[in-house]
T-cell receptor, first 117, second 110 residues
Framework: DGGITQSPKYLFRKEGQNVTLSCEQNLNHDAMYWYRQDPGQGLRLIYYSQIVNDFQKGDIAEGYSVSREKKESFPLTVTSAQKNPTAFYLC????????????????FGAGSRLTVL | AQKVTQAQTEISVVEKEDVTLDCVYETRDTTYYLFWYKQPPSGELVFLIRRNSFDEQNEISGRYSWNFQKSTSSFNFTITASQVVDSAVYFCALGNMLTFGGGTRLMVKP
């Protein structure tokens, strides 16, 4: 079955450490996204990529970095510069870009929960 | 800037009750899309519906129905005869890249 795989599901980090969250999709989707979810809040966009080797900052990109070397993969690195990294991170992908890209339905992974100790 | 407001942070109902989840949005775009997603305890968001701004017809899918009113910038979601399996967080979202509301946690008690 096609879908999005995020790993690890749970991750603990000490302050000052960088961590990388994995996101892999086998849906042949061009676009991929990273969102952050905090308790009681909606999802906020961190980074997105509409094509391989290209990505754009979202609303809360500070302290995060991404790469898109392969269509299937969009890893997110939470750097030590991120002041409050404890959160639930969701990766998503969507169909190939078209004239109505705003209509694209996102498929989400099961998420990665990061806790800073 | 776009904004989505879900004023109800948490709703609790007893099984078989009907429940409506409110969603109000702001956008300057003349053409836009609205979405509802469900987030069960497993964490993965599941797509429920997409509606474009040109289509104001209400939609029904089984026990689910959606009321889109452009005049009031609202896109409300009703679950009829709620079931315990409907317990989840429901998100309303708008447009490109999805601007999400804060979500409404629905608890359906047996």
């Amino acid at each position: 079955d096609g879908g999005i795989t995020q790993s690890p599901k749970y991750l603990f980090r000490k302050e000052g450490q960088n961590v990388t969250l994995s996101c892999e999709q086998n849906l042949n989707h061009d676009a991929m996204y990273w969102y952050r979810q905090d308790p009681g809040q909606g999802l906020r966009l961190i980074y997105y990529s509409q094509i391989v080797n290209d990505f754009q900052k979202g609303d809360i990109a500070e302290g995060y970095s991404v790469s898109r070397e392969k269509k299937e993969s969009f890893p997110l690195t939470v750097t030590s510069a991120q002041k409050n990294p404890t959160a639930f991170y969701l990766c998503a992908s969507s169909e190939p870009r078209g004239a109505h890209s705003g209509a694209n339905v996102l498929t989400f992974g099961a998420g990665s929960r990061l806790t800073v100790l | 800037a776009q904004k989505v407001t879900q004023a109800q942070t948490e709703i609790s109902v007893v099984e078989k009750e009907d429940v409506t989840l409110d969603c109000v949005y702001e956008t300057r775009d003349t053409t836009y899309y609205l979405f509802w997603y469900k987030q069960p305890p497993s964490g993965e968001l599941v797509f429920l519906i997409r509606r474009n701004s040109f289509d104001e017809q209400n939609e029904i899918s089984g026990r689910y129905s959606w009321n889109f009113q452009k005049s009031t910038s609202s896109f409300n979601f009703t679950i009829t005869a709620s079931q315990v399996v409907d317990s989840a967080v429901y998100f309303c979202a708008l447009g490109n890249m999805l601007t999400f509301g804060g979500g409404t946690r629905l608890m359906v008690k047996p």
